[in-house]
């Protein structure tokens, strides 16, 4: 998005669950109530690129973005089956949810079941899919009473209509919540998100609701899963892996990317904090100069 670019009226508008905490806009001493995140319609500032630099120096991330991998190996290490690594998974989930909820970091984006994991062997699909039921029958009343907001983004037609009926429960029971966003993607693919994106897109325009001539970033920001949240700041893959399988494409556009050998059910408390080590020492420039962004945080 450059400066002076006009925004276009976004379709689904919905407040995150960030109230209790200040804001950073406010922490950067912006009074206009804007929002990181295109999600509110209005005409982007120059100030508004200042904004995201002031906030990268706050170090810690809004929105961190987690591929859980190492899951299987580490059940191969222990000569146990797969699924007691997705099992052990849980567990770690359990933990960073928590950590994260207490750290007071907004957003908690994690990568339970991507489009392609489709292709591994039918039985361990069908075990992920009731772990996740599972841990969502066990876990969602803990997570409301904790003030977590629960969110799950990817393509559902293919679930189970169990399934289906606990996740919108899940929404429902947690929409009001105020703290951790804690978000899952199940046959989630960023290639699918993109895609999803621009039919919709397509159809507007199709519908007489926009021109050609008004497609332009925010418009199919709005129309992106997670379009009203801030975008990831920090994503962090376990497992030892390299790559990014797919997941968020639009959304890392200028994400700090963490990866680290610690396989997930490992990947504990501590773990964490390395990685936020790592964020909290880099510089965010968001196209500026080095120099630009110093002169901006004030150095
Ligand atoms: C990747 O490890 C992990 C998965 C495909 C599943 C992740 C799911 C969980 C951690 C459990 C459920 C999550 C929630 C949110 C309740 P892998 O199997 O690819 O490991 P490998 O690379 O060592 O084989």
Redesign the pocket.
Known sequence: MQAGETRQPCGKLEEPGLQKKQRPEQLAGNESGSTYNNHRCRTMSINETQIDVARASLKLPRHVAI????????A?KRYMP?FA??KA??E??RSIVRYCANKGIEVLT?????SE?WR?PEEEVSL?MD??LT??QR?VSKLHDNNVKLRFIGDHHAFSPKLSEKIKEAEKLTCNNTGLVLV?AINYGGRWDITQAAKEVARRVRDGEVDCEQIDVALMHSCMALHDLPEPDLFIRT?G?QRVSNFLLWQLAYTELYFTDT??PDFKEQAFELALDSFAKRQRRFGHTGEQVEHMQGA
């Open positions: 591929i859980m991998d190492g899951n299987g190996r580490w191969k797969r690594g997705h998974g849980v770690a989930v994690l990568f339970a079941f991507s994991n591994r992920l772990l996740l841990s969502l876990q899952v497992g892996e396989l997930w």
